[in-house]
């Protein structure tokens, strides 16, 4: 998964908006990591040397959370309209459907 997410942070260099949620997603593990595993074992002590190279490793995303650009993110992603899950049918969609339907049986009706 990691793998994963390294290529796709590649695409993420041509299409920064359209790769936003996979750097979301990220940030969201990377900051689950940290508060649940990372910095529990380094107050109480017990981190060995392997979690702590992990930890270093995750809080690089301080810097990816300074270039996010925020405001875009609540706009888009929670002040924002959804998608509808079924596209409204319009009159224009229903003619050209209908366009079809009459040129395809025109073409079966020369065969």
């Not at 695409?11 to 940030?27: A, N, Q, S, V």
């Not at 224009?92 to 079966?108: K, P, Q």
Request: proline letters at 5%; charged letters at 15%.
């Amino acid at each position: 998964m990691l793998v994963a997410l390294s290529l796709l942070s590649f695409l993420g260099l041509r299409y920064p908006i359209k790769m936003l949620p996979i750097l979301l997603f990220e940030i969201g593990w990377k900051f689950l990591w940290l508060a649940v595993i990372g910095v529990p074992l380094l107050i109480a002590g017990d981190i060995d040397s392997a979690t702590l190279s992990v930890l270093f490793a995750c809080l690089w995303v301080v810097i990816v959370v300074a270039v996010v650009p925020w405001r875009f993110v609540v706009r888009q992603f929670v002040t924002g309209k959804g998608d509808p899950w079924r596209p409204a049918r319009s009159s224009a969609s229903a003619s050209s459907h209908d366009d079809r339907t009459a040129i395809s049986r025109n073409i079966f009706e020369g065969l």
